[in-house]
């Protein structure tokens, strides 16, 4: 199956209430290692852009991704603001054009999303980020489009990657971040912005599998 | 959580409207998006400083707004960046037509946020320069960390650059100047008790009765370690040993010296760090060339300290004493 536009706003309106209901959890979260805001800003910022959507329909997928990502950007703050913003802004722009989301499409549309992530924060693997679960699902995602899978087992797969890397922080020291200024004691804590990325990743596959 | 505050979530905004209400004298709010600017910016062919960061710091950063230190600040959500929007809004208002410089504190997303804001403005053709503040001697500067963060260095650099500005320098010599403080600006930081964010409603961290945290931020994030509380002479004297360290500072340096209060402990005991800090100094031949005691950079009502160290030049001394009228800062009017 293909994924257009109603699937895209669907998509935001369920992270929506997958950030509003992990609200606490992301804010617990965030206040072992960093200050204790991730989960109010991911809930603010993505509030705003389901009203954002609601008000003004983008009349194509593109416009869809860049309304979410203005209003990220504008709304979020910290740097997860700019992250995620960057996130859905390149998104947009590998959706140019396009009507459908096909299986190739879909791993395009994460590709550039996450290069962008990786540009703005100048995060690499292992360094305690979202980067540690956004990478390993852009892998897997690329390798079931490779061997042929069709949409839903590609976002299935990626989820299940993400969600290893967000578990695989745990052990990490950070390197990047606010995280990265309490050394050797950010080592046993779940990183927050990988756990947020795990969100956006399962609730594409949840949303967009049938 | 015990706060005089209505909804968590507007404490930032309501804030801003007592503040502006307060000083109309000195500053005006926009809020839409929020900043807060001198009421007489534009100043024509006036370098414009602008800085900004989460709330929660007060005075730090909208109440250093006033003549002789910022034309602008953007504060964000509580301990939260503000975001590109605010900062080039602000940026364009307080535009004198001779360049604006973004004070800002090293973290990630206020680098990032600024990092955007000033490709904004320059693709309005408006010259924008940053300097990045990283004077916090507890975190280790290293490939392997975000870097150091800015603290209570960004006062100082604040009230040196907008002394600068309204004496004339253009913006290539501000910013080398702010380039100055921070090289020679270190800063260490201590808290008795955490910190509870509005929006979040209970405290990030729990200490212990006899407990301590050495090497906290400005965010009530933990800090390098846990420790057992020890009399001010001790505490000051590990912190001073610290900061004097890093630069290094030595015999027959200038300093301004600054202890800053987290936001929860009375100034009777700031000024008791401060007799031990100048006793230290003293007794190493650096001299406090000029001082500053009281709650400059808070982190919401958390209680402890920070010393912040800056080794004075002939440039920077007159800087220092020249007039500045902002709510948080004021003297020579």
């Not at chain 2, 604040?158 to 320098?169: I, N, P, S």
Request: charged fraction near 20%.
């Amino acid at each position: 199956m293909a994924v257009g536009r109603q699937e895209v706003l669907r998509w935001l309106e369920v992270l929506q209430q997958v950030y509003a209901e992990n609200r606490q959890w992301l804010t617990d979260l965030d206040s072992a290692i960093g200050d204790a805001d991730h989960g109010i800003n991911m809930d603010r910022g993505f509030t705003a852009v389901k009203a954002e959507l609601a008000a003004h329909v983008p009349s194509d997928i593109r416009s869809v991704l860049q309304n979410a990502a203005a209003t990220l950007i504008r709304y979020v703050g910290g740097a997860s603001g700019p992250l995620y913003g960057t996130f859905f802004l390149r998104a947009a722009a590998a959706c140019a054009g396009k009507t459908e989301i096909a299986a190739a499409d879909v791993v395009a549309l994460f590709q550039a999303g996450i290069e962008g992530v990786g540009q703005r924060g100048k995060a690499a693997a292992g360094d305690k980020t979202m980067m540690d679960a956004l990478l390993p699902a852009l892998d897997a995602m690329r390798k079931a489009s490779e061997d042929g899978d069709g949409m839903a087992a590609i976002l299935d797969k990626g989820a299940a990657a993400a969600h290893a890397g967000m578990l695989g922080t745990i052990p990490m020291q950070a390197r990047k971040g606010r995280a990265s200024y309490l050394g050797a004691r950010s080592i046993g804590h779940q990183d927050p912005g990988a756990t947020s990325s795990c969100l956006l990743l399962q609730a594409a596959a949840d949303t967009w599998r049938s | 959580m015990k706060k005089l505050i209505n909804d968590p979530q507007n404490v930032p905004r309501e804030f801003l409207a007592g503040l502006a209400l307060a000083h109309a004298d000195i500053l005006r709010v926009c809020l839409e998006p929020v900043y807060v600017f001198r009421a007489d910016a534009p100043v024509p062919g006036k370098t414009g400083i602008v800085s900004g960061g989460g709330s929660g710091h007060e005075p730090l950063h909208a109440g250093f707004v006033g003549k002789g230190m910022l034309d602008a600040a953007c504060p964000g959500q509580v301990f939260t960046s503000p975001t590109p929007d605010q900062i080039e809004a602000a940026t364009r208002a307080v535009n004198g037509g001779a360049g604006v410089l973004h004070i800002v504190k090293n973290y990630t997303g206020d680098v990032m946020n600024f990092e955007m804001a000033a490709e904004l403005c320059q693709a309005e053709g408006i010259e924008v320069r940053a300097v990045v503040i990283n004077d916090d001697v507890a975190v280790e500067d290293s490939l392997y960390t975000a870097g150091r963060r800015g603290v209570g260095t960004t006062v100082l650099a604040e009230k040196l650059c907008g002394a600068a500005a309204e004496r004339g320098y253009d913006l290539a010599r501000v910013e080398a100047l702010c380039r100055k403080v921070n090289r020679n600006g270190r800063s260490v930081g201590m808290a008795l008790t955490s910190c509870t964010v509005p929006a979040a409603g209970k405290p990030t961290f729990e200490l212990g009765e006899n407990e301590m945290e050495m090497g906290i931020g400005i965010h009530g994030e933990p800090g390098r370690e846990r420790m057992p509380l020890a009399p001010a002479g001790e505490l000051t004297a590990r912190m001073a040993g610290m900061v004097l360290a890093d630069l290094p500072f030595g015999s027959g340096d200038e300093v301004i010296a600054m202890v800053n209060g987290m936001g929860g402990t009375p100034l009777m005991e700031l000024y008791l760090v401060y007799g031990e800090l100048e006793r230290i100094l003293r007794a190493r031949g650096i001299r406090a060339a000029r001082r500053l005691v009281g709650n400059y950079i808070t982190s919401l009502e958390m209680a402890g300290c920070s010393i912040t160290l800056l080794k004075a030049d002939d440039e920077m001394l007159p800087l220092w004493d020249d007039p500045v009228l902002t709510p948080g800062l004021r003297w020579g009017i």
